[in-house]
């Protein structure tokens, strides 16, 4: 987080106009930095001509310090590394505060982390709600339905239906096991048939999960408009359920529902059509 302390008194010593570059101290805190700190004397005779400035106040930068910024713009002119350095500094400063935002919004709305949370009278309903979007439930009623299809279009929605359970489970393991973000410290970890790579919370499988399989049922059955209603409330409701669990963070959900929105579409990329399908048994039963 940026320390304004450390702004405040950069600017207060530096004259001229004003021109800020973040950097981050020992303890990897963001700070700013004047650009047009007070030099030395010395400087200031040489400042007269201006690119001499320009570099003379990138040697003093802090990237400079570190001693990690070695990159010559004697071509360019030095505005163009000043300008480099700002915006990593606001990304980072954008990112921290996005991330103390969530972390805070997150631990507000866990109301039902635990029976004596402020809502925790209704955590066996938000409980409900979890495994209506869990991947064991959505994995058996697809065999199940699959098994028992009359049709080949049916078999063949059943057997698409199934793969992009798969395809999810696949996918959100991979980005969990990649970014490895820690569940919310309020979260109780008693889900039900979780696996190891599900101690991580970003993002969301019930929200990738729910929105596929909603977008997945709104585009391959038949239902009724106030069905079609419900299955989108449902899916927006599975992800509000998991923050509201405290097993999330809002980011985390926000991301799932988007994941899931893409996953759909992959999944009709690689749509296998029946033939496919036989085709694909063949293989299996050699
Ligand atoms: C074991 C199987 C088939 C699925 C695991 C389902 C599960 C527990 C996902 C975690 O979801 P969140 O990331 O939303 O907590």
Known sequence: MPSPKAKNSATRSGGGSPGLSGSTNGNGRY?????????PPTLFRQGSDPTATARLRASESPTRRRGSGSSSSSNTGM???????????FIGIALSSLLAIDLWLSKRLGVCACEDSSWGSIRPLMKLIEISGHGIPWL??????????????????????FMALILDLILVGI??????????????????????????SFPSGHATRSTMCARFLLAHLVLAA?????????????????VLLGRHNVTDVLF???????????????????LGMQGLLGLIQG
């Open 31 to 39: 700070e700013f930095m004047s650009l047009n700190r007070t030099l």
């Open 175 to 200: 980005v969990k096991a990649v970014v490895r973000r820690r569940r919310p410290s309020h979260n109780r970890m008693d889900m039900f048939a979780a696996t190891s790579v599900d101690r991580y």
């Open 79 to 89: 505005p163009e590394e000043d300008c480099m350095r700002l915006n990593p500094s």
């Open 256 to 274: 799932g529902f988007l994941m899931g929105y893409c996953q759909y579409n992959l999944v009709e990329m690689l749509w296998v059509s029946s």
């Open 226 to 242: 106030p069905m079609r209603v419900l299955v989108i409330l449902w899916s927006g409701l599975v992800g509000l359920s998991r």
């Open 140 to 161: 058996v009623g697809t065999a199940y339905c699959l098994y028992n299809a009359d049709s080949a279009a049916g078999q063949e929605i059943m057997f698409n239906l």
